[in-house]
């Protein structure tokens, strides 16, 4: 069990390291050589400094900053001792051989017994780092290789050696699958193991190729971003982000392959590097932005003939746009595939690029991983692909000659195995199944498994087993449309088939987001219509979906995950319990658009306002029944919740969204995103066994008239002080309305239906408004907010 860990090194991979590792609560000793300067003062300097930075640095290392307290910082000259605590102390100091190996005897004396010990090495031989270590410690010596930053990528490669005690890697798998969110992919100790093999390989064809078909660097980030189902930034924006130097460092380690592969960076990359060209880090790289004379920014591209800049273009190509129309990324890629290479260059280099990307991943395949799916659950996870090389291969149509003896294809269905998918494995010549450990799951599996009970273009009823049933969201977009609402309020009301034949509910969903909010399309054709009655029916219908949530006889737990806006938090709001991924965003951001949550969003935070003001007067010793309308307590909750609704606040992690008031002290986090079901299917079983009876409507005392003024006034300052627009201050002044209970006496007690009926007057004023309709239009067009 790891209780307490260390990082060797406090530089840009361990300082991430340790913070993620905070985030799975866990202590952490990070040590660092001894400042050179003032030693006596602060020995801990370098390491101490390296935390105040990653405290500022954006996007956020940790889900709440004040887990930068778990983390201790020291030097290896004063605090080695420190190591004597730790179950896991990962090494990650520069990438030199000999610094390592003196650095690992140095603290050998002080580690514990049992401990495990690994490193981060981007390239090095695992083995060959430890050579000098006592036998005890090679056992458990391993590759824990993280990638930047760790608390977002998801790929962990274990890079275990001929030595290395499997009882030890799977206590560090099991860790980083369940506390700290990692898929885990295992490697064969080679150079830049698997992701960095394969991702660099390509990157490197893609140089060449540019060159060789005469391609700009805005053409080729547009031929090898979003399109082959990978990041939109495409290869040479990513190269800025990841840094040049790194990128010719990973190449350098190529030679040194079995293969003794000479991959070469064109002198055009040698002539950046020494210009000290090298990305987003140094403000310039394969892209850079000015000031013109008007002072307005500029994006320039590198020309790599002249190796100069000029102003960046944004090319379009017809077989990319033609693509676009294509239901799911492997008919996009048989589309891609398909095109005449001899009429478009797009074609010409996207066929050419897969299939050098697919013969490599072929020939190295036996080097660097055991079979096919670990490469391509390395590249889904290491470089955010939707699909790895196999499985890209595998959807553009493998001929038969392409592909080893024995193989129709890559894969193929098998719901007799766990994972449901057999992969073909060449060394041995046969299908083998397709690993994966307890606990991952999609609403897909289950659907292959057992059908869709029922279901539409937005959700689907899928039986999940034991007695649970998923209400997966996939509409398109993300957003939440009558098809969804439909689907839930039919299948949670009292008296439905599916309450009669399951014990409880997952509402989720297998996207990239759980979802973005209201269909604001929808919303701004009713406007544009004139249906305002049908807009009304469409509020009504919303806000009936969110009841039957929250009044189900069964217990429903919503598992949320990316982001979770609008509409799709005011879903969440509703559940009996909440299972989120550790990575959500979620808020109530309609105010962004011009209306206000609409769907029973407000009087949620209404009742945990409530709520919180009558647990600090219980805790308080104080009659919250008799003192609650008018104290503090219930303003300052109600304030801190106008201000989440007003300014649109969204969390930046699920531990964030708990300290905001959106999730629960008793709702769980799951860290793995694939865990995600898992965890919420159980939380349900949970619920159901325990004799779930859902809430009963409450009668809410109204903070009332004098509260209101009291907001109210606060927004005038605001708008005094030049801070919100016009329309912001009747938007925020709606907002106050609704909190409030309206300009009623403070005290009164209203139900929830009352709170419903001034969020859904409110929502639909305000579509009345010009400058919120600019603002509905202005973001389905941008996906921006517009400040009018």
Request: charged content about 20%; overall charge neutral.
């Amino acid at each position: 069990m790891i209780n307490q860990a260390a990082v060797l090194g406090a530089g840009t991979m361990g300082v991430r390291i340790a913070a993620h590792l905070a985030n799975a609560g866990i202590p952490v000793v990070l040590l660092d050589l001894a400042a050179s300067i003032d030693a006596s003062k602060r020995p801990a300097a370098i390491a101490e400094d390296a935390l105040q930075a990653l405290g500022r640095a954006k996007p956020a290392a940790f889900y709440d900053a004040a887990s930068i307290r778990l983390i201790q910082p020291g030097s290896f000259d004063h605090d080695l001792a420190l190591l004597s605590k730790c179950d896991w102390v990962i090494e990650a100091v520069t990438e030199n051989l000999a610094i390592k190996q003196e650095l690992l005897a140095k603290i050998t004396p002080f580690l514990k017994p049992g401990v495990i010990l690994t490193t981060n090495t981007s390239g090095l031989p695992v083995a060959s780092i430890a050579e000098r270590l006592p036998s005890e410690l090679r056992r458990s010596w391993f590759g824990t290789h993280f990638f930047n930053p760790p608390r977002y990528m998801r790929l962990l490669e274990i890079i275990p050696t001929p030595e290395t005690d499997p009882v030890a890697i799977a206590a560090i798998a099991d860790f980083a699958g369940r506390r700290l969110g990692k898929t885990v992919v295992y490697a064969r100790d080679t150079p830049n193991f698997i992701a960095n093999r394969i991702g660099v390989y390509i990157m490197v064809q893609a140089i060449d190729l540019m060159q060789q078909q005469g391609l700009t660097v805005e053409e080729v980030d547009v031929l090898t971003g979003s399109a082959l189902g990978w990041p939109r930034t495409g290869i040479f924006r990513l190269s800025d982000m990841v840094g040049i130097d790194i990128l010719a460092h990973v190449v350098s380690n190529f030679s040194q392959s079995r293969a003794g592969e000479a991959l070469q960076l064109p002198p055009f990359v040698k002539i950046m590097l020494e210009r000290r060209w090298l990305g987003d880090k140094t403000g310039q790289g394969f892209y850079k932005k000015e000031k013109d004379a008007e002072g307005n920014e500029v994006r320039l591209a590198l020309d790599w003939r002249t190796v100069d800049y000029r102003p960046a273009t944004r090319p379009k190509f017809p077989s990319l746009e033609l693509a676009k129309n294509a239901e799911s990324l492997p008919e996009r890629l048989r589309m891609l595939m398909a095109a005449d290479i001899r009429k478009d260059k797009a074609a010409a280099f996207q066929r050419e690029l897969l299939t050098r990307l697919f013969a490599y991943s072929a020939n190295c395949l036996p080097e660097i991983a055991q079979e096919p799916a670990s490469i391509d659950r390395a590249m889904r996870t290491g470089f955010n692909w939707e699909l790895g090389p196999f499985e890209m291969w595998d959807a553009v149509g493998a001929s038969a000659e392409a592909l080893p003896v024995g193989a129709s294809s890559w894969y193929r269905d098998d719901p007799a195995v766990p994972a449901g998918k057999l992969v073909f494995d060449p060394v041995r010549g046969e299908y083998v199944p397709v690993l994966q450990p307890p606990g991952i799951a999609t609403v897909a599996d289950f659907r292959q498994a057992h059908g869709i009970v029922k279901g539409n273009p937005g959700a689907s009823l899928v039986d999940l087993g034991d007695g649970i049933a998923a209400i997966e969201l996939h509409s398109k977009k993300d957003a939440v449309g009558e098809d969804i609402t439909r689907l839930v309020t039919q299948t949670l009301n009292p008296g439905s088939d599916a309450v009669r034949d399951f014990q409880g509910f997952v509402i989720t969903g297998d996207g990239a987001n759980f979802s973005v909010g209201a269909n604001l399309f929808q919303v701004l054709l009713y406007i544009q219509e004139g249906e305002w009655e049908d807009l009304d029916f469409a509020v009504r219908a919303f806000q009936r979906m969110t009841s039957a949530i929250r009044f189900c006889p069964r217990p429903v737990v919503v598992a949320p995950f990316g982001l979770c806006l609008g509409g799709g938090a005011e879903i969440a709001l509703h559940a009996a319990s909440r299972q989120p991924h550790a990575e959500l965003y979620m808020g109530l951001v309609e105010t962004g658009v011009g209306v206000v949550p609409g769907g029973g969003g407000t009087k949620e935070m209404v009742l945990r306002a409530v709520d919180s003001a009558a647990a600090i007067l219980s805790a308080a010793g104080r009659d919250a029944a008799a003192r609650l309308a008018g104290s503090t307590e219930y303003f300052d909750a109600l304030k801190r919740n106008f201000e989440l609704i007003g300014l649109a606040k969204v969390s930046t992690s699920a531990a964030d969204a708990r300290l905001l008031g959106y999730l629960s002290a008793s709702d769980h986090i799951t860290a793995h995103r694939d865990r995600v079901l898992h965890d919420a299917r159980q939380a349900a079983i949970t619920l159901a066994g325990a004799g779930y009876a859902a809430p009963a409507p409450r009668e809410i005392p109204a903070a009332g008239e004098s509260a209101l003024a009291t907001l109210k006034l606060g927004v005038h300052l605001m708008r005094q002080a030049d801070y919100i627009s016009d329309h912001d201050q009747k938007v925020a002044n709606h907002v106050a309305h609704i909190l409030c209970g309206g300009a009623i006496p403070c005290g009164t007690v209203v139900t929830e239906q009352y709170f419903l009926d001034l969020e859904r007057q409110a929502f639909l004023s305000l579509c009345g408004e010009r400058k919120t309709q600019e603002r509905i239009a202005f973001t389905l067009k941008t996906g921006k907010p517009l400040r009018n």
